[in-house]
């Protein structure tokens, strides 16, 4: 049968089977972009999360440190109470810069851009 010989139905039934094809292809490849990058990240993320406790007990015996040096100059409680404040300032910026990066980020970039692509095509072949 040729083309030119097929309804009307079958050919719109065709292509809504192949945009439905296009987006499911689309969908698996975002889904297997985003499992190999939770893969290579994993050991990225252990060897960080160590270090970050480390370097976390680390900060708190400077910290103590700190706050030791200036009981000799004044009370003990003043002392802690500046080193907590000066640290829970540092702790809200960081913060804050963090969830302004985090928001920023986007995943599968690559998969987005695809899905964006494949429903601009699909709307001119409807029109």
């Known amino acids: 049968m ?3 010989d097929r309804p009307i139905s079958a050919v719109l039934h065709d292509i809504v089977g192949n945009i439905q094809d296009i987006i499911r292809s689309e969908l698996r490849m ?7 990058q939770l893969g290579k990240s994993r050991s990225a993320a252990i060897l960080l999360g160590v270090g970050v406790l480390l370097l976390g007990c680390s900060v708190l015996f400077v910290l103590l440190a700190i706050v030791y040096a200036l009981s000799l100059v004044m009370a003990g409680w003043a002392a802690a109470l500046i080193v907590g404040a000066a640290v829970g300032l540092f702790a809200a910026v960081c913060l804050n810069l963090g969830i302004r990066k985090l928001q920023a980020m986007r995943a599968a970039p690559k998969t987005a851009e ?3 692509e494949n429903v601009a095509w699909a709307k001119q072949l409807t029109r």
């Open 30 to 36: 975002a889904k297997t972009e985003l499992g190999e």
């Open 114 to 116: 695809s899905l964006k």
């Open 2 to 4: 040729r083309a030119a």
